[in-house]
């Protein structure tokens, strides 16, 4: 057996045979299937890497259409570019490649790819925290380096079925979009899914975000993989007596302003979640949209600080580095406690 490969990265594994434990469904695994079909539905799709097929899970699209994937090799600004020549030809290429390693490629994003509106997409795998990989690997900065481009769509899943849905929407983009999951398991279907029935990706509307749950006194924006967190702090809010709005937010660029402006009328505050830096990141852009549309209202960011965050556990560094559910409460208790005082002032 050629264990080269598998130890590069895994989990749990068998000492004696090297055969890694079986467990849930990942994000690259995710992605790799509904490529599949995206695949036999549209002859146009094509698969781009940059000698991360493993790792991004494309050794699992290559199988079904050998003539429709290209490895590059260690050269992500030849991946760009390659994608961007695809496009012009009729082509939907799309660019499978780590959060942290995209980062290589900037420029030809920029040039090659946004500026002549290009339909390239970008899947991002490793978005986010990357704990057993370290500062090297974590993909903290791509919503900073990739929302001040003009003609980009950025797009964050909750769960297997968005991603399926975001992969599906942009195919009907003129441009170029980008979609970020982070490393490992995945939801595998909405809450209100039946489970009877296999999803079937559907366009979403571009920059369009989905209200869970209407509230009044807080409006919780849980971005992709942060959702979860999202969901505890509404519990929470919930039992302490506030009513929460729990937003699965699925763009980041185009934000859905409607539902900020909506939101920001009835509110003490917003929160947001997102597994990336605080700089430049989902949280910046609602404050930025918020000040636009002279909404002054505050912004509780949760999100990682402006350092290289080390390597560990992904629980335990949420916890150092204030990535948490008892953060977001203990910014928000003077915010409620001060609307409370000025709703007594007012009766």
């Known amino acids: 057996m050629d264990l080269t490969k598998k130890f590069h990265g895994l989990g749990p594994y068998d000492p004696e045979t090297g055969t890694t434990k079986p467990g849930e469904l990942t994000y690259s695994e995710a992605f790799a299937n509904t490529l599949v079909e995206l695949a036999n539905q549209d002859p146009r799709v094509v698969a781009i890497t940059a000698a991360m097929p493993n790792g991004t899970g494309l050794d699992h699209f290559r199988p079904h259409h050998p003539n429709r994937y290209f490895d590059v ?5 030849h991946a760009v570019i390659f994608a961007a020549g695809m496009a012009t030809r009729g082509f939907r290429p799309v660019c499978a490649i780590y959060s942290t390693f995209l980062q290589r490629a900037f420029d030809p994003i920029v040039h090659d790819v946004a500026l002549q509106e290009l339909p390239v997409l970008f899947c991002m795998d490793r978005a986010g925290l990357s704990g057993d990989d370290g500062p090297t690997h974590h993909g903290l900065f791509d919503i900073a380096y990739l929302r001040s481009i003009p003609n980009m769509t950025i797009m964050a899943p909750s769960n297997a079925d968005e991603l399926a849905d975001m992969m599906r929407t942009s195919l009907d983009l003129p441009g170029p979009s980008t979609i970020r999951y982070p490393r490992g398991a995945v939801p595998i279907r909405a809450a209100n899914a039946d489970p009877s029935q296999k999803h079937q990706p559907q366009p979403l509307p571009v920059g369009k975000a989905q209200i869970l ?16 967190l999202a969901e505890e702090l509404a519990q929470r809010l919930s039992r302490e007596g506030f009513s929460a709005a729990l937003i699965d937010p699925r763009f980041v660029k185009p934000l859905d302003r409607e539902m900020l402006a909506k939101f920001a009328n009835r509110v003490a505050a917003f929160v947001t979640f997102e597994d990336h830096a605080k700089t430049g990141g989902f949280g910046s852009a609602v404050m930025e949209a918020l000040d636009e549309m002279d909404c002054h209202i505050p912004v509780v960011r949760i999100g990682w600080p ?40 007012a009766s």
């Not at 090799?73 to 600004?77: K, N």
């Not at 749950?213 to 979860?228: E, Y």
């Open 213 to 228: 749950s209407d509230g009044s006194d807080v409006a919780i924006l849980g971005l992709g993989n942060m959702m979860p």
């Open 73 to 77: 090799g260690i050269a992500e600004e």
């Open 306 to 345: 402006d350092q290289f965050i080390e390597h560990g556990k992904v629980d335990a560094l949420r916890q150092k580095h204030g990535v948490s559910v008892d953060e977001a409460w203990s910014q928000l208790v003077p915010l409620l406690a001060s609307r409370k005082r000025r709703a007594l002032v």
